[in-house]
């Protein structure tokens, strides 16, 4: 194993260039002759657009355009649409109605375009924005979860109930039989907040059009760049592939949320063809709450069903899941369905069905953010099991404990159809428990009373299902002098690819790094990628760089066997402290790979009718998902005079499968656990009820994790690598926050229950603590 080879602590060698300031971020582009864009967003929650007059607006100083919903339906502009069809629960077609760029006679969310304003300068643009004169007419608007669900109040007229569509899965009939049979039913209702993400840079895009070419170009800080180029093309401007570039520079944080395609995207390249000139537009902080896609936001109505000895018999959840105003594409359902195979975890049980509800409201639409629906789906099984202890006074552990998989029954097929290929889960618990001194917590507890203080601890057996199928593209391009370019079609947004990449292609071929160019975020550089969500980079990616560099070890192997003067069966490749070198079995004859691929490109030296060059792609395509998974507990104490709840203790033990470097794994644990417990504790998107008004747009309101909130977070790691790909990754992108919200929601729990409280949701905050531990009281 080399000092950069796989399993290596190698710092990242993307950090030098980023905090020495020399990344190039989206708003580091800069464009001669770029115009600058604003974007106009409405004012109300729901509301009929009587009249819009630009007269004023247009004639304003520095204007060069301002679109509207016309200026699109003119240019005969596509939306996204859903590829597929589901039911509604009457037996009706899915309703689904997407966003076509500019609201269309009625907004329905705080914060919907209806306007795009383009002049000389931002603050022209701005100036021009005041003078565009609406006149609205307020209609009723529904914006919580289960109110919107009772169709009260409609968010379209054509879907009075505000049901969108019915997913299903699991075996209802095998479910109810063994609800019939169960001893004890535990029923619960967990509400899992809304949230959104926050990077470090909002989004901006930047469009331009070239006559020449008739193409245009799109800066964007968009986590798969060749899927947002197919998407603009195919659905949106309806040309080829080819007349559309998409240029993703260093994003400052992506999290999911700047995963595909934003209206401003098509408002910029429409602006730019008009005006033929390029167009810039970026979010402002105080407006990403209004422009970008929220996440979460589900209610679950969740049953266990047990027998007389503990042991899990089956599992029923019925799930409200707020997408929001509009349907534009398939991601704003992929987090209400995609991951709810997870609810049944890493425990034995062996019937369960599920129903999400997709409910229509007056919010923006929510897709995918860290996670994607396997955070929500632990936290149910995981609070659920909790719970099912503290009411039948049995010991949480021992419930867990019980009725988890074992890893003999590897491979495991779940009763919502999933198929765990390996793991030892009991082996993760095991290990946490005794790093976190769990038989030491009654001591603690006792301590903290005396101190005027409740403690609590909770635990969770995450699972997430990761790394779907579907491909991923890399290629390793060697030069005449010798070095390399390495070309990726994942894209990195802080996960440090460059060093993981770089890693795996030096366990392969023993390349310096520093002698490797690395490239990702170009379609015209790259040639193909489907991006970057789902905790797949390392799994996919690298798994498809692993076959690109065994091509360039087959094609090398001919040219040093002609070289050496040996049969090629005889030419051996090997990495050692030198490289990677070609050598003639049984003998000291070798090449270094660096002369090998000089030789490539010398055509007096290369074997009769070998094709010239040292350049070979891969593409890797898993043919089922990889499951991450490990164990959680997390140790609180509160003030029960203020609420005030701080995190004492937090253990991971993690099962990613092979750990390409346990730096970055850690900084990945680390981020993800402190998202979740963001959520958990504080961050919450809040409307009033009666006006649809967001209550949280700034920091001021909308409360986010600082360096005093988390604590020092005590990372273990007990893997056991997959078969599913060449590199036995697992993935680990978003496994720190999937066990995060329950590990810490019941924790708090833990902490509440001696005084009477049995039931909490999140956020935790000071305020909410406070509150129940009064109604306990009383």
Not at 162 to 181: D, Q, V
Request: proline fraction near 5%; hydrophobic fraction near 40%; glycine fraction near 10%.
């Amino acid at each position: 194993m080399g000092e950069f080879g796989i399993g290596q602590p190698v710092r990242r060698f993307e950090d030098k260039r980023l905090l020495g300031g020399n990344g190039r971020f989206q708003s580091d582009n800069n464009l001669h002759g770029q115009l600058y864009a604003y974007v106009l967003r409405s004012p109300h929650a729901h509301a009929r657009i009587r009249k819009l007059e630009l007269t004023a607006a247009r004639d304003a100083p520095g204007v060069a355009l301002i679109l509207t919903v016309a200026d699109l339906v003119q240019a005969k502009l596509g939306v996204m649409g859903v590829p597929f069809q589901r039911k509604r629960p009457d037996g009706s077609p899915m309703f689904a109605r997407p966003f076509l760029g500019l609201a269309q006679g009625t907004v329905r969310h705080v914060g919907e375009p209806v306007t795009f304003v383009v002049a000389e300068t931002l603050a022209q643009a701005k100036d021009a924005a005041e003078l565009v004169e609406i006149d609205y007419e307020a209609l009723p608007s529904v914006t919580d979860t289960a109110e919107a669900a009772e169709g009260k109040i409609a968010v379209w007229d054509e879907c009075p109930d505000n049901l969108s569509n019915l997913f299903e899965a699991g075996n209802r009939a095998a479910t109810e039989e063994a609800f019939s049979k169960a001893a004890h039913i535990i029923q619960r209702r967990y509400v899992i907040s809304r949230v959104y993400a926050h990077f470090m840079e909002p989004r901006g895009a930047i469009g331009v059009w070239e006559p020449g070419e008739d193409r245009f170009t799109l800066y964007a800080d968009v986590q798969y760049p060749h899927r947002v180029r197919q998407a603009l093309a195919t659905r949106i401007f309806k040309i080829p592939e080819s007349k559309i570039r998409v240029i993703a520079g260093d994003v400052g944080g992506g999290f999911g949320t700047k995963g595909w395609q934003y209206p401003e995207h098509r408002l910029v390249l429409l602006a730019a063809r008009k005006l033929r000139r390029p167009v810039k537009w970026t979010c402002e902080r105080s407006e990403a709450i209004q422009a970008d896609e929220h996440a979460r936001d589900n209610v679950s109505d969740a049953e266990l069903a047990l027998d007389k000895d503990g042991r899990f018999l089956g599992l029923r959840v019925k799930t409200l899941a707020n997408v929001g105003a509009y349907i534009s594409s398939e991601r704003n359902l992929l987090a209400s369905f995609s991951n709810v195979g997870t609810l049944t975890g890493v425990y034995h049980i062996p019937a369960a069905h599920v129903a999400v509800l997709a409910v229509m409201s007056n919010t923006n639409g929510t897709a995918p953010y860290r996670g994607a629906g396997r955070p929500e789906a632990t936290y149910v099984i995981e609070r659920l099991i909790d719970d099912a202890a503290r009411e039948l006074g049995t010991d949480p552990v021992e419930l867990r404990t019980k009725n988890l998989i074992p890893a003999s029954a590897m491979p495991y097929k779940t009763a919502l159809n999933l198929n765990y290929d390996c793991g030892d889960f009991l082996a993760n618990q095991q290990k946490a428990l005794a790093q976190s001194d769990w038989a030491g917590f009654r001591a603690r507890r006792d301590a903290a009373k005396v101190r005027g203080k409740l403690r609590g601890i909770g635990i969770a057996n995450p699972i997430e299902k990761a790394a779907g199928p579907g491909q991923e593209f890399a290629e390793i391009r060697f030069h005449p002098s010798g070095n390399a370019t390495l070309l990726m079609g994942s894209k990195n947004q802080g996960q440090g690819h460059e060093t993981t990449f770089k890693q795996v292609l030096n366990e392969k071929l023993g390349l310096d790094p520093a002698s490797v160019q690395y490239i990702d975020g170009d379609t015209d550089r790259v040639a193909f990628g489907i991006g970057t969500n789902g905790s797949r980079s390392t799994v996919i990616g690298g798994s498809a760089l692993w076959i690109a560099a065994d091509k360039v070890i087959a094609k090398g192997r001919r040219i040093a066997a002609h070289l050496l003067e040996a049969s090629e069966a005889d030419i051996e490749f090997a990495v050692g402290s030198d490289g990677g070198n070609f050598s003639v079995a049984g003998t000291d004859r070798r090449l270094g790979i660096i002369d090998v691929a000089k030789a490539s490109f010398q055509s007096g030296r290369l074997p009769p009718g070998l094709e010239g060059g040292l350049y070979e792609t891969g593409t890797f395509a898993p043919e089922d998902n990889t499951y991450p998974n490990g164990c959680h507990v997390c140790e609180v104490e509160i003030d029960p005079d203020t609420g005030t709840v701080e995190i004492v203790r937090y253990v991971v033990v993690d099962d990613v499968g092979t750990v390409v470097n346990p730096i970055g794994l850690k900084g990945q644990i680390h981020g993800g656990v402190a998202q979740g417990l963001g959520q958990a504790l504080m961050e919450r998107v809040v409307y009033d009820r009666q006006s649809g008004q967001n209550l949280t747009g700034s920091f001021m309101d909308y409360s986010m994790p600082r360096a005093d909130t988390m604590p020092d977070m005590e990372i273990f790691s007990n893997p056991v690598p997959t078969r599913r790909n060449p590199l036995g990754a697992k993935g680990a992108g978003e496994a720190g926050t999937v066990g995060a919200l329950p590990a810490a929601v019941n924790a708090v729990l833990d902490a509440l229950a001696p005084l009477g409280v049995k039931a909490f949701d999140m956020p935790a905050t000071s305020e909410r603590i406070w509150q129940a531990i009064e109604e306990a009281r009383a």
